[in-house]
């Protein structure tokens, strides 16, 4: 396992070192959980990110999409049947410009 030291200032040590103390923890362990917890919410932002790219080159490759009244319709018609799966999917058309 590697090593990574780390310079945090006085106010910042105290504030992890009770912070870690109420969670029944060690400092060093209340620290790479902060930094597991911030890797995984940075990559899912990234993740997000990427889906929205893809779909939005999807949409100016091929000049298709789903209007939203369309699809708001065929949502709240598919939770209402309360299964969770989409009813009678609108559509995609030729996108107005």
């Not at 780390?6 to 029944?24: C, F, H």
């Not at 889906?51 to 018609?77: F, H, K, N, Q």
Request: contains cysteine; positive net charge; aromatic residues 4%.
């Amino acid at each position: 396992m590697a090593t990574t030291t780390i310079r945090l200032p006085e106010k910042l040590k105290t504030k992890v070192t009770a912070a870690a103390a109420r969670a029944g923890t060690t400092a060093h362990a209340f620290i790479l959980e902060a930094i597991a917890e911030k890797t995984e919410r940075e990559e899912q932002r990234n993740a997000f990110h990427q889906t929205a790219e893809d779909r939005y080159s999807e949409i100016v490759a091929t000049g298709m999409t789903i209007p939203w009244a369309d699809m708001r319709v065929c949502l709240e018609r598919s939770l209402a049947r309360g299964n969770g799966k989409l009813i009678n999917k609108p559509r995609a058309r030729k996108l107005a410009r």
